[in-house]
């Protein structure tokens, strides 16, 4: 196992359009995190899956923003209509469930 | 709201001295974490603290808590260049779900 995977690694788009972000977890790792990072700043909670239950949510996360856990393995976070304040590094993250996260290297976008 | 507060936010040192690097948060938690970012990449765990009074330590970092102060510190020792790095502490808010909450980083730079 090579740890958490992150794709695409960099990501431009126009202001108004979709995109998807992919993440795969370590596979024995039940529990799947996405936070966004913006320059200079630490890591923001946006959602957290356990399984394939979206357990919590952030008030960040608008209704333009929408994440899923099919089977409980891969996630995918989509964000419609975007923006420029959307900028940011995506940061999924990993856990067994009681221990520290393992992140993935993180999907830089940029909205133009 | 759990509120981590990092102090001093950048550090500017030179080889073979010690700093500390301060982590204090707002509310009951029982884990608290250590990471560090270089520029560009994802994060790294460093440290996992559990309990009141743990110390744990690699190479020349040395991370305590103390739980009923809500604070923990990061202790640099004889640094060196490679040490250059972003540190965030991160405390788990106990809402069952375990989200974290990440201080904004210490940006650490040793010179030679």
């Known amino acids: 196992d090579t740890g958490v995977s992150q794709n695409p690694r960099h990501k431009i788009t126009k202001r108004g359009q979709n995109v998807t972000f992919r993440c795969d977890p370590i596979s024995e790792h039940n529990r799947l995190y996405w936070y966004r990072q913006t320059l200079g700043q630490g890591p923001e909670f946006l959602t957290y899956f356990q399984n394939e239950a979206q357990l919590e949510k952030s008030r960040l996360l608008s209704d333009r923003f929408s994440a899923e856990r099919p089977k409980g393995s891969f996630s995918t976070l989509e964000i419609q209509r975007t923006e420029q304040g959307d900028s940011a590094m995506y940061l999924c993250?990993?856990?067994?469930?009681?221990?520290?996260?393992?992140f993935g290297s993180g999907t830089r976008l940029t909205v133009v | 709201e759990l509120k981590v507060e990092q102090n001093p936010l950048f550090l500017s040192m030179q080889e073979g001295k010690n700093y500390t690097i301060y982590c204090n948060y707002s509310t009951t938690s029982d884990r608290l974490y250590w990471y560090r970012q270089d520029p560009g990449k994802s994060l790294e765990s460093l440290f996992v603290?559990?309990?009141?009074?743990a110390v744990k330590q690699e190479g020349r970092l040395m991370a305590s808590l103390d739980t009923k102060a809500r604070l923990s510190t990061l202790h640099i020792t004889a640094a060196v260049h490679d040490l250059s790095a972003t540190y965030f502490c991160a405390v788990d808010l106990n809402t069952g779900g375990f989200k974290t909450i990440f201080g904004a980083g210490t940006r650490l730079f040793v010179k030679a």
């Open positions: 993250a990993s856990s067994p469930g009681q221990r520290g996260y393992t």
């Open positions: 603290l559990l309990s009141n009074g």
